[in-house]
C-alpha cells in the first residue's frame, strides 16, 4: 500500500510548521552556533577567546543537532498524519515553556530566552486548539 505524504488538517499544519523551524534552526545552529547564540541573547565570544573546558559550542552543537532531528520528527509526523504524536506534543511542550521560562526569571538565561518558551507555548495552544476542534468535527 502506497504511503502518500499530505498534511490533512490544521493540526498538522502547526506540526510540520514547528518542525520546519525546529530543523532550520537547528541547521544554523550546526553551521553558525555563534550566531544561535547571539539570536537567544548570550553573550558570544570568538572561538580563540574561549578558555580551556569551555564547552559552549560543544553543547550548542548538540543541542542544535537535537532540534534539527526533532524538526525532521516532526515533519515526518505531520507528513504521515500521526494524531497521536501530535497530542503526546501539547503537554511536553507545556513543560517546555515552564522550564525555559523559569530560566529566565531565575537569571540563568537572559530575557530574550522567554521566546523560546513563547515559541513552545504557542505551537502547544495552537495544536491543541485544531485537534480539540476537528475532534469535534468528528
Known sequence: MPTTFKIRDASGWTIFIFGVLALLLGLLGLIRPELLLSLLGFVTLDRAARVAGDYTIVFMTASAMA???????????????????????????????????????????????????????????????ALRAEARKK
Open 67 to 129: 532540534s534539527f532531528n526533532m524538526g525532521a520528527y516532526y515533519i515526518l509526523a505531520a507528513l504521515n498524519d500521526v494524531k497521536q504524536f501530535y497530542k503526546w506534543t501539547v503537554p511536553f511542550r507545556c513543560v517546555t515553556f515552564t522550564v525555559f521560562t523559569l530560566a529566565v526569571v531565575a537569571q540563568l538565561a537572559p530575557a530574550r530566552f522567554f521566546g523560546v518558551g513563547a515559541w513552545e507555548l504557542i505551537g502547544a495552544i495552537a495544536t491543541g486548539l
